[in-house]
């Protein structure tokens, strides 16, 4: 029995499965919802953790799900996971049961393949807040797994939940260009944070990721334009790239004419060999 999503982890597990952890998952009964859960804790003794690596069509294993993406996972993650893809078949009070149980029960690794497999259970709204709770674990592994490459909070999250995923993100310096749907939910309250975030770490005489700059631009107004001049002034040169993006992309004139004094980087934006993506990848 394959569930729509199941299908697609299959092809991925006979590619980086032995013989024998290839017959062990085919021994386990899909249509046996304690089976599957027994399975999915017994996994670590029957398979490897092979690291997941793999050439897919923009990066999305599942082509109606977009951002959800397995590459860097490990056997015993992706297999938890197809586990779990089954489950969908059973009614909703007993999915959830079943899901909840897991949480409940779950060691680290369970809960960052509990929380990877968000995306393609149904009923979102009622694991909402396990994965809201999430953001605000300090448990490293688990904040990874709900915040990047999962497409869960960019449909499901309220703006303020979204804003603080995106703010821990930065704190904890992780990259921001591994949130999924991170240039669509950009917004006011969350370049507003950002704004404070730059002002505090500059007065402590500290630098802030270049990246984090796309999200402030369409907010940006005339009285925020010290701040550009000051990253054009910067002895880094991701600083002065940035500046450079935010002014070619700004409707507003005082940023466009700045750039005209700033023309390093104008016609490598213009032929694309900056954007923000290359900056967050660059550095």
């Known amino acids: 029995m394959l569930t729509s999503n199941s299908a697609y982890f299959y092809p991925l597990l006979g590619k980086h499965t032995t013989e024998a952890e290839m017959k062990w998952l085919d021994s386990i009964p899909k249509d046996n919802p304690n089976a599957l859960m027994t399975a999915f804790v017994k996994a670590p003794r029957f398979l490897s953790k092979t690291i997941i690596q793999e050439e897919l069509k923009d990066q999305n294993l ?91 909070p960019y449909h499901e999250f309220p703006e303020l939940a979204w804003n ?57 107004s005339e009285g925020e334009l010290y701040l550009v001049e000051t990253l054009f002034k910067s002895r880094r040169e991701e600083d002065v790239i940035a500046a450079s993006l935010i002014c070619s992309q700004s409707e507003l004139k005082s940023f466009q004419l700045l750039l005209t004094k700033h023309p390093k980087f104008q016609e490598e934006i213009q032929n694309g060999k900056w954007d923000w993506s290359k900056l967050g990848n660059n550095h």
């Open 164 to 220: 603080q995923l995106v703010l821990k993100t930065i704190f904890n310096e992780k990259p921001i260009q591994m949130i999924y749907g991170l240039s669509q939910r950009k917004n006011q309250n969350l370049a507003i944070s950002l704004i404070s975030f730059v002002k505090e770490r500059w007065s402590a005489g500290r630098d802030v990721p270049p990246e984090i700059w796309q999200l402030m631009v369409p907010y940006l």
């Open 62 to 152: 599942i082509p109606n799900l977009p951002g959800f993406q397995v590459n860097n996972w490990n056997l015993v993650r992706l297999s938890r996971v197809w586990f779990l893809s089954f489950l969908v078949t059973l009614s909703k009070n007993e999915l959830i049961e079943k899901i909840e149980t897991l949480f409940d029960t779950a060691e680290l690794n369970e809960l960052v393949a509990l929380f990877s497999s968000l995306s393609i259970l149904p009923y979102p709204q009622v694991w909402l807040p396990r994965a809201t709770d999430a953001v605000r674990s300090n448990m490293g592994f688990v904040f990874d797994a709900i915040a990047l490459h999962n497409p869960f």
